[in-house]
């Protein structure tokens, strides 16, 4: 079994970049977002945006390469663990091109009840998802 859960290709677009020629590093952020919310929609079968059920608590990134222009980043991402009412991910990013590494993060996200604006026990089907795709519990 590989590594990573799930995988999602992106191309750095004109707007992505700086004066200095490459992907700005709030761009990598949201790359992230991106491929975290897509693996939890189809894993779980979302279809609307409020059906999300949880609130980003912690992110880290590390930059490896620049990424130019144009270029495909092939990003992958994966459960690491899951609590009680807490997950973390895993996350890399590669280019198409050359499978240069480009960026490494991580992420805590906190199941939430947006009607109580409380954190909320991890629904048992999320949990077996999580722990199926690599997530230590």
């Not at 590989?2 to 191309?11: D, F, M, P, T």
């Not at 779980?44 to 930059?63: C, H, P, S, W």
């Not at 990003?75 to 895993?90: D, E, F, H, Q």
């Amino acid at each position: 079994m590989s590594r990573w859960a799930y995988e999602l290709s992106v191309q750095a677009t004109l707007r992505d970049t700086d004066g200095m020629g490459h992907v700005n590093n709030a761009v990598y952020l949201n790359w992230l977002e991106e491929v975290r919310t897509r693996y939890v929609f189809e894993r779980r079968g979302l279809k609307k945006m409020e059906e999300l059920d949880f609130v980003l608590a912690q992110t880290t990134l590390n930059f490896r390469a620049p990424v130019y222009l144009h270029e495909t980043v092939i990003l992958t991402c994966a459960p690491t663990k899951v609590g009680n009412s807490s997950w973390a991910m895993a996350y890399e990013g590669r280019t198409a091109s050359d499978d240069r590494v480009v960026v490494e993060g991580t992420s805590v996200q906190v199941h939430y009840d947006y009607a109580t604006k409380s954190k909320a026990p991890i629904p048992e089907d999320w949990r077996r998802i999580l722990v199926e795709d690599g997530a230590a519990e």
